[in-house]
């Protein structure tokens, strides 16, 4: 089971923490990454982080998110700096880097 948590809304420029919180798996062997969905885009890959804790970015979001992991805690985080509108989205977490099993219900996140 994965649950989010940390969405909402927040000013263009402003920053959120996001956090997703495992059970049921043994978080610390399993990639993590964290997917958004808009209407307008669908699905977008946004960053995930790999067993050994290095992390990956979408270009859209380098340099502005960064992703975590607490494996004592079995949760994964997502701190997201300087938003922009277009950031905002529901927000997944997922296990998994290129393909996906476990996916979490979402935050949603509203950059207005």
């Known amino acids: 089971q994965l649950v989010e948590s940390g969405g909402g809304s927040v000013q263009p420029g402003g920053s959120l923490r996001l956090s997703c919180a495992a059970s049921g798996f043994t978080f610390s062997t399993y990639d993590m990454s964290w997917i958004r969905q808009t209407p307008g885009k669908g699905f977008e890959w946004v960053s995930a982080i790999n067993s050994r804790g290095n992390p990956y970015y979408a270009d859209s979001v380098k340099g502005r998110f960064t992703i975590s992991r607490d494996n004592a805690k079995n949760t994964v985080f997502l701190q997201m700096n300087s938003l922009k509108s277009e950031d905002t989205a529901l927000y997944y977490c997922?296990?998994?880097?290129?393909?996906?099993?476990?996916w979490g219900q979402g935050t949603q996140v509203t950059v207005s």
């Open positions: 997922a296990t998994g880097r290129f393909t996906f099993g476990y």
